[in-house]
């Protein structure tokens, strides 16, 4: 073990689902096989990895809180009785409840202040943050604990400039002070607007914290720039989020087809996303409307939803098929590799995973251009941007697309190109470590 090698401790809401615990955990094993000593820690538990330790928020309640959640969990396994559970996760915590009723950000989680020395035996040189919000960490331990270690945070979305909110789609209260907010409901809700006292709340912790922060894009770091975490930070720098080119490259189309059944005689385009239709991230009415377009050039196209368990639905002759949600990824990869087009209709993002993977794969994207995708597609060389909610363009650049096999294939080996100048695994691990070492040894306090 090579001892100039930091001892990372990383942070997520959880450890398998959602594009922040694929990047979290691609990073955390590839630190690893780089011959770190490293741990991820989270909020819920999804995998059996013995290096993968949840934080015991429950064990550090009082017993009557400890009693009800336990009695909520096990109701919550039942399929008719699973929202009950939900109703007692306040039982003996009064205070928690008045804060949900008033809408105020929960940061009750007193396993929170065991992090530092959740691991016995081990003591990071760094932690390593990615999404904070999930119910599971107390964000007013910040000032503390950025003073004791050094702590690297990762944003991808906007959570942690806002009232409550993980994007604000074109609401710029975030900015001011939030509230009064428009938009309660949007992900992670709060019952009541709140909003102004949870922006001022963090805004006091950040000012007394140190914080490094990393964005996947320069558009999140210029949000970054306007926010009320400026008081706070002490560096930054901007490293693009990474695939594993093992698994994501360019491969036989046919055999890809062949390998997951699907129809040799069809050009496909591909759409993928955790449950798609409701997903409020995505578009999925942009899709749809784009679909009904091109069902009306009499073209033979199939489009892959991958993501959600439903019946297919069709426009025309165009058929939506869902594909329930695949941990794989060299079956996922399969999916990109079959595909003729990635579409990806959004109305917020951060910087897209599933943009990366395709690009890797050889598969041109026509997407929303919204976020940070305008930063990871080379217009017209390696897909399309596209006005948010714009069906027509998306339908006129995908068909465009399907109609030339050989700009398509020109397009695709172009994407293939750039993704492995930008957008490898290895090169992200590279940057992370680089930038550890940074921090590490031009912080006064923290030098090694």
């Known amino acids: 073990m090579d001892d100039n090698l930091p001892r990372v401790l990383q942070i997520n809401t959880q450890d398998c689902t959602g594009g922040a615990a694929h990047i979290a955990r691609d990073l955390f094993k590839g630190l690893e096989r780089r011959g770190c000593i490293s741990y991820f820690v989270v909020g819920i538990k999804e995998s059996h990895d013995t290096a993968v330790v949840q934080i015991p928020n429950n064990k ?4 009557i809180a400890r009693f009800f959640i336990s009695c909520g969990n096990l109701l919550k396994r039942i399929p008719l009785l699973h929202s009950g559970g939900t109703g007692l996760t306040f039982v003996g915590q009064p205070t928690r409840l008045w804060n949900y009723l008033n809408g105020f950000e929960d940061f009750n989680f007193p396993g929170t202040h065991t992090i530092p020395t959740i691991i016995p035996g081990f003591k990071p040189d760094i932690i390593h943050c990615h999404n904070l919000h999930g119910e599971y960490f107390d964000l007013r331990e910040l000032p503390a604990l950025t003073r004791e270690i050094p702590v690297l945070f990762t944003l991808h979305d906007a959570w942690l400039l806002s009232g409550h909110c993980a994007h604000s789609f074109a609401c710029e209260k ?40 990393v ?3 320069q558009w999140l770091m210029e949000k970054v720039d306007q926010s009320i975490l400026k008081p706070g930070i002490v560096g930054t720098k901007i490293i693009p989020n990474g695939v594993d080119l093992n698994f994501f490259h360019p491969a036989d189309q046919r055999n890809a087809r062949i390998e997951l059944g699907l129809p040799l005689d069809k050009k496909i ?35 892959i939803a991958l993501g959600e368990r439903a019946h297919s639905e069709y426009f025309g002759d165009v058929e939506i098929r869902f594909i329930p949600p695949i941990w794989d990824p060299k079956k996922v990869a399969g999916y990109y590799q079959a595909a003729d087009v990635y579409a990806h209709p959004a109305r917020a993002e951060t910087f897209p995973t599933a943009i990366l ?3 890797a794969c050889g598969t041109p994207v026509v997407a929303s251009a919204i976020g940070g995708i305008p930063e990871q597609i080379m217009e017209g060389k ?4 596209v006005p948010a909610g714009d069906a027509h363009l998306m339908a006129k650049r995908i068909m465009q697309l399907l109609l030339d096999d050989d700009y398509r294939q020109q397009m695709g080996r172009e994407a293939a190109n750039d993704a492995v100048q930008r957008f490898g695994l290895d090169r992200m691990i590279t940057a992370y470590l680089s930038t550890y070492r940074e921090f590490l040894n031009h912080t006064p306090g923290y030098a090694r």
């Open 382 to 385: 390696t897909g399309f941007l």
């Open 269 to 303: 385009i591909l759409f993928t996303a955790n449950g798609i239709r409701k997903n409020i991230w995505k578009d999925y009415r942009t899709l749809q409307s784009t679909l009904a377009i091109i069902s009306q050039s009499g073209k033979n196209v199939l489009c």
């Open 60 to 63: 550090n309640r009082n017993l």
């Open 174 to 213: 975030w900015k001011t002070g939030c509230g009064p907010c428009p938009a309660l409901t949007t992900y992670p809700a709060i019952l009541r607007d709140a909003s102004e006292y949870n922006w001022k709340r963090k805004r006091e912790i950040f000012k007394k914290s140190r914080l490094y922060i």
């Open 357 to 359: 993977e395709a690009l």
């Open 215 to 217: 964005t996947p894009c």
